[in-house]
């Protein structure tokens, strides 16, 4: 089971700071990513780290803006998101791939959360 938690209203220009732990089955061996989904249109993979926390990625739009880490002690994922714009309106899900690399395609994941909103007001 994946929680997320952080998610909330924000001026432009602020921060959030996303977590996602998981319970359960642990994440420890895979990739784990964070996607989010406007209405209207289809999931992103916004940020995916690889199992140890090496090699990372992120979608042009929010290069130099989030950043993705982990902390497989306690198995749980972040997703820091600093300048923040109204474009970056959206559900935030974490999710976890069925392999240990960072995957760019949300049909790469196995393992969903239930999605935290994140709201950046104009």
């Known amino acids: 089971q994946l929680q997320a938690s952080g998610g909330g209203l924000v001026q432009a220009g602020g921060s959030l700071r996303l977590s996602c732990a998981a319970s359960g089955r642990t994440s420890v061996a895979y990739g784990m990513g964070w996607i989010r989904q406007v209405p209207g249109k289809e999931r992103e993979v916004v940020a995916a780290i690889n199992w140890n926390g090496r090699s990372t990625y992120y979608e042009d739009s929010v290069k130099g803006r989030f950043t993705i880490s982990r902390d497989n002690a306690k198995n749980t994922v972040y997703l820091q998101m600093n300048s923040l714009k109204s474009e970056d309106t959206a559900v935030y899900y974490c999710?976890?791939?069925?392999?240990?690399?960072?995957?760019?395609?949300?049909?790469?994941?196995?393992?969903w959360g239930q999605g935290t909103l994140v709201t950046v007001s104009s």
């Open positions: 999710a976890v791939s069925s392999g240990s690399s960072y995957y760019i395609g949300p049909r790469q994941y196995a393992y």
